[in-house]
């Protein structure tokens, strides 16, 4: 086996472990998204059945016609809610875009009717009828197991073990199937997705249908991600970033397009990203203030970042 580019963790350590188990996996986990932004969690109560179904039903939906496609993106949802066409997202700092079309399923909101007012339906889409339902089931699985990571980091940040836990409850949390179509010719500067950083808490990933994710190491190296069958990445988002003042990292990562005699193969990936609420306030936590690393964020909430963030990869207008 090739060596671990990222840390391996056991959730179960966590959620099930005894009080020695349990400090262990804080601090481990504590210090990976410190150092390094990345690690790999196996058993972390996401069904692998669940997973494997909405993989078949994603594929299924964009092997449909262009035009059937289409008809699930819908104009002044800045991409937060059903189809965005291939060519659509860029990265931050590029102007050149993806080569990736997808889908987002976002928050069914429980009980806040003011709130549930205010957020977007999913779109369902008729021609794959389990489509939806699946991956409404798949985003509760992810909130699930991304709220108990996120309790392990506000115990290591000397918060309440439920910090996070009323910020993310109706949060603007995605679940973004991305398809990367076969490479049809050699592309002028594009690759899967250009180097960028996460836009919230955290991510979620499930392994990928074919590889190519890649980390920026602490010396500027570009170093493969490829975790085992049974796990998923998890990455810090800058939300979190600016929350610790920069004492978790939000690592620069990318999708390199596959040597060329692996072109005509797609990629499908299904990764969760992990919002607050709008109203969740990012000021820099007290702790992560000291003389040597002063505040090196303005104030801004979580709904404020999420507009700015969406306009500058060229979803919102």
């Known amino acids: 086996m090739s060596k671990r580019t990222i840390p391996a963790l056991d959730l179960a350590q966590f959620t099930t472990g005894n009080a020695t188990q349990k400090k262990a996996f804080v601090d481990t986990l504590g210090n990976a998204f410190h150092e390094i932004g990345f690690v790999a969690i196996k058993n972390h109560g996401v069904s692998q059945q669940l997973i494997d179904d909405f993989y078949a039903a994603s594929k299924a939906f964009f092997a449909l016609p262009i035009n059937e496609k289409r008809k699930h993106e819908i104009a002044g949802l800045a991409g937060q809610r059903g189809y965005t066409s291939f060519g659509t997202e860029h990265a931050k700092h590029s102007n050149v875009p993806d080569l990736k079309e997808f889908f987002q399923i976002g928050q069914d909101v429980e009980g806040d009717i003011p709130l549930r007012s205010n957020t977007p339906e999913n779109v369902h889409v008729a021609e794959i009828g389990n489509f939806l339902g699946l991956g409404i089931q798949l985003y509760k699985a992810f909130e699930k197991s991304g709220g108990a990571l996120l309790e392990a980091i506000a115990i290591h940040l000397n918060l309440p073990e439920n910090y996070f836990s009323r910020k993310i409850h109706n949060g603007n949390s995605i679940l973004r199937a991305i398809h990367y179509p076969p490479i049809t010719q050699a592309p002028k500067s594009a690759i899967r997705a250009e180097q960028h950083e996460d ?85 820099c936590l007290d702790q992560c203030v000291t003389a040597t690393n002063p505040i090196q964020y303005e104030h801004i909430t979580a709904g404020g970042y999420l507009d700015q963030r969406l306009r500058e990869i060229g979803l919102k207008k």
């Open 199 to 283: 836009i919230n808490l955290i991510t979620l990933l499930v392994g990928a249908s074919a590889g190519g994710l890649q980390l920026l190491d602490n010396d500027g190296v570009w170093q493969a991600i490829m975790p085992e069958e049974d796990e998923i990445v998890i990455n810090v988002g800058d939300m979190l970033q600016r929350l610790t003042n920069n004492y978790l990292k939000s690592t620069t990562h990318r999708v390199v397009n596959p040597p060329k005699e692996e072109w005509h193969k797609p990629r499908l990936s299904i990764p969760f990203f992990l919002h607050p609420k709008s109203d969740m306030d990012l000021n």
